[in-house]
């Protein structure tokens, strides 16, 4: 593990400062809006080789916040920003160019047509746990779209904060991206200024005064959050993929991904040998209890108080007939807590009651699948679920009948990193979405143009309507509806 040192000192903006960083970008925002494929093209360019040349500097960065190993920061932070950037790259030219729409018959020599247009000065509220990939990824797409960007990096991960600050001041003026340090009382002042558009990734709780701080300038928002993912294992499920996958979900950044399997759900006569299996797993794959305190695979909570809650849920849960039975070691002074599986688990536990956020991972049981289906649809809609079954008419049965942000058949997390796929949230989980083309058309804003040919069969519907004219267009067009019909 690295070792500790104290967080850089952050710089907390005034008021002011914060609204003259705004009007500076606002005085910015059309030149930036009218950049063209090549311009756009370049500036991404510039700012891949920024990251590949500071990779080692995020890295650290992120091992002294969170205690992410080299490896990790680059499977999970990294890699996946640079992939996102060369994807953008190649097919932007495609998505900048205008889409030619059809006209209907109506409207006959008339030009449609749909342009993306920039939406003008963004801001980008980042949070703590994929400090690097959760700032950069939406940034990307907002300057791939032509906005301005204020970035806010959490508090809670200010090595990393610090890090992207003079990363992204090496490649842009602030007047087109710029990074705020400070406290949520920066956020706070952020979000009440008139931003075209907020992209918010955090919790349910503050996703709500987001939306409220931004409803009072009608910004727009994309709200990525989270809620109790969880794994669903049918009786057809293979017991030892599921808990490979579902340990490697779950334990991923030490449980602080927000769509790491919260929780398991499986059939009760199953709950034994998979317990069995993640004991495992576990063990395979991040050693008895010194190693996971000493070796490079298993990060840290990001604060004391992050454990404190983990241990007071899991305890009041235990008190109310659960059981712990793997792991259960909850150090707030290392920010450390042990692989920790607790089962006989109830859905009015405290450990339901909540996103759990670490490394504790709660066993329900049902006694038959359409049981398990109606818990998942009577808790809040989840960022992602996680399916184990190979009867192919009970991953149909899922897809029907549940919804979620993401589905993910046979595994967990690796839905993110397709970027052909949209990913984001569906009621309580979020609000819109991103990563590739869905990123791009997230920072725009489609506008639709249409050409009125000069001579133009609109003047057959103009008034007085007693006229010949208008009467025979209306009976042409009631002629045309019978024809056509509703089953065409």
């Known amino acids: 593990m690295t070792a500790p040192q104290p967080p850089p000192t952050a710089i907390q903006p005034s008021e002011a400062d914060l609204k003259t960083l705004f009007q500076t970008q606002q005085d910015w925002r059309w030149r930036a809006a009218q950049t063209d494929v090549a311009e756009r093209q370049a500036m991404l360019r510039r700012l891949h080789d920024a990251i590949k040349a500071g990779r080692v500097a995020l890295a650290d960065a992120m091992a002294l916040d969170l205690g992410k190993s080299r490896a990790e920061a680059e499977l999970t932070e990294i890699h996946p920003v640079l992939e996102e950037l060369q994807f953008i790259v190649r097919r932007l030219p495609r998505w900048m160019a205008p889409r030619k729409i059809a006209t209907p018959l109506m409207l006959a020599g008339a030009h449609s047509e749909v342009r993306f247009q920039a939406r003008g000065v963004t801001l980008i509220l980042s949070p703590w746990n994929y400090p690097v990939n959760l700032a950069l990824s939406p940034l990307i797409a907002s300057l791939a779209a032509g906005n301005t960007v204020i970035l806010k990096p959490s508090e809670k991960a200010p090595h990393t904060s610090r890090a992207l600050k003079e990363l992204l001041a090496g490649v842009f003026e602030p007047r087109l991206v710029a990074v705020v340090e400070g406290d949520g009382a920066a956020a706070h002042t952020l979000t009440t ?98 190693w996971q305190r000493a070796g490079p695979d298993y990060g840290r909570m990001v604060d004391a108080a992050s454990v ?74 989840p960022l992602a679920l996680y399916l184990f079954a190979q009867d192919e008419t009970a991953v149909e049965q899922v897809k029907r009948e549940t919804i979620s942000g993401g589905l993910v ?31 791009f058309r997230t920072f725009s804003h489609e506008r639709a143009i249409l050409r009125e040919p000069r001579p133009s069969p609109v003047r057959l519907m103009y008034p007085p309507y007693g006229r010949p004219l208008p009467r025979l267009t209306a009976w042409a067009l009631r002629l045309l509806e019978r024809q056509a019909g509703p089953r065409e």
Not at 413 to 427: M, R, T
């Open 409 to 439: 058949v046979g595994g967990t997390v690796i839905h993110l990193i397709n970027p052909h796929l949209p990913f984001g949230g569906v009621g309580s989980s979020g609000m819109g979405n991103y990563h590739g083309e869905h990123g």
């Open 193 to 290: 200024l008139p931003f075209d558009h907020i992209f918010f990734t955090g919790s349910g709780a503050v996703g709500r005064q987001v939306m409220t701080a931004a409803a009072r300038n009608l910004s727009s928002v994309t709200l990525e959050l989270g809620g109790k993912s969880p794994a669903l294992l049918h009786p057809s499920a293979d017991l030892k993929t599921a808990a490979e996958r579902i340990a490697w979900g779950k334990l991923l950044n030490a449980g602080q991904t927000c769509v790491a399997p919260d929780y398991v759900l499986l059939p009760a006569g199953m709950r034994d040998a998979f317990v069995l299996e993640l004991d495992a797993v576990i063990a395979r794959r991040y050693g008895d209890r010194a």
């Open 308 to 381: 404190e809650r983990l241990q007071r849920l899991t305890a009041h849960s235990v008190e109310q007939g659960a059981r712990v039975a793997l792991g259960g070691e909850f150090d707030p002074q290392a920010r450390f807590i042990s692989p920790t599986v607790v089962t006989d688990v109830t859905p009015h536990m405290p450990l339901m009651g909540e996103e759990l956020f670490g490394p504790v991972l709660p066993v329900l049981t049902y006694n038959n699948f359409e049981e398990a289906l109606a818990l998942i649809r009577h808790l809040d809609p």
